[in-house]
Structures are given as C-alpha cells and as structure tokens.
C-alpha cells in the first residue's frame, strides 16, 4: 500500500540544538517533495521544495534531503528556537509532477528553552 | 503575495444544516484549488481536486454528493457540507497555487472549523 510516514509523532529538543525530522514514503514516485509549517488552528505554510534531481536546499536555517532510493526526505533546523515550536509536514505529488499533493502524518516538534 | 481566504472562520450549527465554506484566492487566479479535512492530532486528509469551470474530482471515500464543490470563478472555490452531522465536525482547509502546475508551493488557507451539534 501507499504510505507517507513521519517517523516522530512528536520531537523535543532543547534550545540551540539541530532538530531533524523524517519523511519515509512507500509505493510513490514523487517528482517532488514538500515541507511545510503548521500552528494549531491554522493552515500549513510552505517552507521548502526539493525536486527529484536535488540532494539538498537549504533556506536560512533549514536544510532539506531528498534520496530517491531511500525513498526518504530528512529536514534539519538548525540553531532551533522555541519560535520553531509547530507542526512539520511532508508532502509530495501522487501523480508525479501533477500539482496535487498529499502529506504525510505530521511532526509535532517542541523546543524547550 | 500569493495569498487565500477562507470564510468563515469558524461555525457551529445543528445537525442536518448545510454548510458553504468559502475560499478565495486574494492576489492571483486559481484553476485548480484543493480541500482539505483534518481532524484533531491529524494530518491533512486531501478530499477533492476543484477544477474551475468543470467538475471536482473527489479522493476515494469522499461522498461528492455530501460535499459539493463549486469553482464558478477563478478566484473562488466553495465547499457545501450537506445536511451535516456531528461526525463531520472537523477542520476543513483550502489551497490553491498560482500557476496551477505541479513543482510548486501550495498556498492554504487559514481553514474553517466546523462544529455540528
């Protein structure tokens, strides 16, 4: 079957540490892979996109990881601050290069002062 | 730039009402735009693909008769929740992206939560 997972329910890490989160998916093909930022009670806001024929992007201090054959993305806060507190989600295409997207099931990562 | 509304907010109504949920693409036009449900501790659940000028295209599971999707405009898509009950309260939130092409960032709205008693 077809699965994205997010292989941390919920990730604390203390203050100044890198966080890293993981994204694993099953039985798809993306094109593409995304990662975006959710706060209770709002909608999720884009952070990055990783093609198929990249290794990394970086923005500030995130860095994503893309490896096709792992089948896995990984997306790094560095210096994190609890500002960061949220919820982390991967997404990627179904229908690859089509603009639909699905995500996976969420990271609920906490950083403690 | 690249901005959507969704409206309203936040409802609550009783059992066997029907529900339109609003989502507007402020700064750009959107031929496609997605809906979305989530329920609480969960992750976006994609329910439909909604196609300006033609018919949505629903996820598997989704009644298209409970949830009706109108994209009359390119700015505006709606979601009707047909004589809703209590088990479909829940977080329902919209996306639309400017070029309408894959490869790129979705843009949501701030979701609306709905509340049936």
């Known amino acids: 079957s077809q699965k994205i997972e997010q292989n941390s329910e919920a990730l604390n890490i203390q203050e100044g540490k890198t966080a890293t989160l993981t994204c694993n998916y099953t039985?798809?093909?993306?094109?593409?892979l995304q990662w975006y930022r959710q706060d209770p009670g709002r909608g999720p806001v884009f952070l990055l996109l990783?093609?198929?024929?990249?290794k990394e992007k970086r923005k500030e201090r995130l860095k994503v990881t893309f490896d096709t054959t792992l089948k896995q993305s990984l997306f790094h806060i560095t210096a994190s601050q609890p500002a960061d507190s949220a919820t982390y989600l991967c997404?990627?295409?179904?229908?690859?290069?089509?603009?639909?997207?699905?995500f996976g099931s969420g990271t609920r990562l906490s950083i403690r002062p | 730039g690249a901005v959507v509304s969704q409206h309203p907010s936040w409802v609550i109504c009783k059992s066997g009402t029907s529900v339109k949920i609003e989502c507007r693409s402020l700064?750009?036009?959107?031929?496609?735009m997605f809906w979305y449900r989530q329920f609480p501790k969960q992750s976006l659940m994609l329910m439909a693909t909604?196609?300006?000028?033609?018919?949505?295209?629903?996820e598997q599971g989704v009644e298209k008769d409970k949830f009706l999707i109108n994209h009359a405009s390119l700015t505006l898509s709606t979601l009707t929740v047909t004589s809703a009950h209590p088990e479909d309260s829940s977080f329902y939130i919209c996306?639309?992206?400017?070029?309408?092409?894959?490869?790129?960032?979705?843009?949501f709205g701030d979701g609306t939560r709905l509340s049936i008693l």
């Open positions: 997404a990627l295409d179904p229908l690859s290069s089509a603009s639909k997207i699905i």
């Open positions: 996306s639309a992206s400017p070029t309408g092409t894959g490869n790129q960032p979705q843009h």
């Open positions: 990783i093609r198929e024929n990249e």
């Open positions: 039985n798809y093909s993306p094109a593409y």
């Open positions: 700064d750009f036009q959107a031929t496609t």
């Open positions: 909604s196609n300006e000028g033609s018919k949505a295209t629903y």
